[in-house]
């Protein structure tokens, strides 16, 4: 796919706005905006604040804050305040990936919900295999495809056969990213002993 609008439009619906963040980052500004200038205007009017005067809060910050007793709250909010620093920068600098795949098989926008991917290679295995419904369990990472096969006791599966079947459906769908395949068998010893 080389549309420019139709990269622009695939990307958009795999990668999340982050509109939610925003929105709330945005209304607590306003909120601590209109509560300075309320209080910076009832200083000039030289009415009585509503919870503390402008001057009195920077005094406070400057001169009353460093020295305040315990020491260990006073590290304790700048902690507080710094991990929250850092939640909103990731949040800012992290791609958000909805869990989506654009799919290459045609000249068209394709996007699939990994759960239907995951849906697709699970029966593609569960078939080529000759197993019965709920035997494989799949699920689709953004860049990872985990494939659980539990054969039936006395049933012989090779990993590496679970494995290439779902590269071949996988790769029949031409899922950007590539998704890479992990496969497991689990044997019905396996499964007793972990219930």
Known sequence: MTNPVLMHVVRRETHSPRTVMTVIVLVLVAAAAAYAGTEIVLHLLGAAPLLVAPGAALAWAAEALPASEPRAA???????????????????LAPGRRPRHALNASGHAVVVDNGVIASAVAERV????????????????????????????????????????????????????????????????EREGGS
């Open 74 to 92: 006073v590290v304790a909010g700048a902690g507080a305040v710094a991990v929250i620093g850092a939640i909103l920068l990731w949040f800012a």
């Open 126 to 189: 569960r078939r080529e295999l000759d197993l019965p419904r709920g035997a494989v369990i799949a699920g689709i990472g953004h860049r990872s495809a985990d494939v659980t096969v539990r054969p039936e006791p006395g049933q012989v599966i090779d990993r590496e056969s679970v494995r290439s079947i779902a590269e071949n459906e996988l790769d029949g769908y031409g899922a950007s990213p590539r998704l890479k395949v992990r496969a497991r068998v689990q044997q019905p010893a």
